[in-house]
């Protein structure tokens, strides 16, 4: 019978956007899917993150169910525009204090963070004022956020995951339009990814 190495990590993940909630909570600025989804029809029943599980404001109970699972690792994602409400700029504290707490919270109950900096939700300015994924400079933005997250969560935090699933943040946000900017195009998408 096979089994699963000792050195196997069991955890769980989620993403940002669809389960913090507080979309516009402590100074957090609009992400290209709270834009998205604020659009009529282009969400099932136009559901959108604006509740979702609230995980902001739950993210204690959260852990603790993680812990009673057992499990050893929480992937999650951070939300770009709840650190840098523009996608540049001025520093959001109140952002970097909630992910302090949970990632505190996270190894206060033996449980790993894993961090995605970037589950498809570009703040949403970046989106409008910059051309999102389809400016040469996004990798300047994108490094700064990310060095800003390195700064404060990095001594705790040593795994790092860059970019989540890129081709379906290019193909569907920018080429088929079914996801977040929405954007319709034949050539878009390879530009998109090009820059991702």
Not at 30 to 43: A, L, Q, R, V, Y
Not at 58 to 82: G, P, Q, T
Not at 129 to 146: H, M, R, T
């Amino acid at each position: 019978m096979l089994k699963f190495p000792e050195s196997f990590i069991w955890g769980t993940a989620t993403s940002a956007y669809q389960i913090e909630g507080r979309h516009d909570a402590d100074g957090k600025g609009p992400s290209i899917w709270d834009t998205f989804t604020s659009i009529p029809g282009k969400i099932h029943l136009n559901q959108t993150g604006e509740t979702a599980c609230n995980h902001y404001d739950l993210f204690r109970e959260d852990v603790a169910l993680m812990k009673n699972m057992n499990l050893s690792a929480y992937r999650f994602s951070i939300a770009w525009s709840r650190i840098l409400p523009m996608g540049y700029g001025e520093v959001n504290q109140a952002g970097i204090d909630f992910y302090n707490q949970l990632i505190n919270e996270l190894l206060d109950n033996g449980i790993t963070p894993w961090i995605t900096l970037y589950h498809w939700d570009l703040p949403t300015a970046l989106q409008f004022e910059k051309d999102g994924w389809l400016n040469p400079d996004i990798a300047s933005y994108f490094n700064e956020y990310a060095s800003i997250c390195f700064e404060h969560f990095g001594d705790r935090v040593k795994n790092w995951i860059t970019l989540n699933e890129p081709w379906v943040a290019a193909m569907l946000g920018y080429g088929q339009g079914v996801f977040a900017p929405g954007r319709t195009s034949n050539s878009e998408p390879y530009l998109a990814a090009h820059h991702l």
